[in-house]
């Protein structure tokens, strides 16, 4: 009796080790499934962000090929050619001698209207590895074409050293879109680029601030498609969303500070020790 009561007693303890075994291998098992689901989850929703940034970045690209094509248009229209066909019907008069000297001076504009077109689609003055000479040749040739004061204040001993040729490339095209804005929108009759290095507590890096004394706008509601204000014209926050693109491919912070009278202030910040790289960029 007594053996008999001990196997019985053995055979229940192996079935309640089996028992153990089987709620702990499945316990486990159970865990391992939560969490792969959770990291496919995270991946899941992670792809849908990174395919709707995709998206946002794609129309923005579409608008903005579309809206340069349309303001190259309007600006051969409203110039080169109001003028070409000016001076055709000068050289078609029959006294056509006393209208050569106007019809040059004609053409001289036009070629200058013409050279400023090509120069904004891409300077042939731009120096891959001098950020501060490209800036300069920027203020100075934009200030010729508005009434709008550029200027840049940079010390000669500030350090950009650590810019690559994607970084200065995209930093100056930040700079053209916002001078464009700038003299579209602002009214202003001023504007500084300021570039300077870190200050004291400062993170280390380059800081790059361009202000304006013009009209501001509110600045949340512009980006978000809420706002009264026109200055950004039709494309509403395509011109900001493509200069936060472009600071965001260097790995740059942007930031925009605006009120309604109070001017336009855009700050970008690129670290020194930055070890992340755009495997992209664009022209």
Not at 64 to 72: D, L
Not at 84 to 100: M, V
Not at 107 to 127: C, F, G
Request: hydrophobic share 40%.
């Amino acid at each position: 009796m007594i053996m008999g009561h001990t196997q019985t007693v053995e055979e229940l303890e192996r079935i309640i080790e089996n028992y153990i075994t089987f709620f702990i291998v499945f316990d486990i098992l159970f865990f391992v499934m939560i969490f792969v689901s959770v990291l496919l989850l995270i991946r899941f929703f992670k792809s849908k962000k990174s395919l709707k940034d995709s998206n946002e970045y794609l129309v923005y690209t579409i608008r903005g090929q579309e809206e340069e094509r349309a303001r190259i248009a309007r600006e051969l229209h409203d110039t080169v050619a109001q003028d070409l066909r000016y001076c055709k019907n000068l050289l078609e008069k029959d006294e056509t001698a006393t209208n050569i000297s106007e019809a040059v001076y004609i053409l001289e504009k036009s070629l200058s209207q013409v050279r400023l077109i090509s120069y904004n689609l891409s300077p042939a003055d731009i120096t891959k590895k001098d950020l501060k000479s490209n800036l300069v040749n920027l203020c100075a040739s934009v200030s010729q074409t508005c009434n709008v004061k550029f200027r840049l204040s940079m010390l000669d001993d500030t350090d950009t050293s650590f810019l690559d040729e994607n970084d200065i490339l995209n930093i100056y095209r930040i700079a053209q879109e916002s001078f464009t804005n700038i003299i579209k929108h602002s009214k202003a009759e001023e504007a500084v680029i300021l570039i300077r290095n870190s200050c004291e507590n400062e993170e280390k890096g380059l800081y790059i601030f361009i202000s304006d004394d013009g009209c501001g706008f509110d600045y949340d509601a512009q980006r978000y498609g809420n706002s009264g204000f026109t200055r950004l014209g039709a494309s509403k926050h395509f011109g900001l969303m493509g200069m936060e693109k472009r600071a965001q491919l260097i790995g740059a912070d942007f930031s925009v500070s605006s009120a309604a009278d109070e001017g336009t202030q855009i700050r970008i910040f690129k670290r020194k020790n930055n070890l992340w790289k755009a495997k992209k960029h664009f022209l």
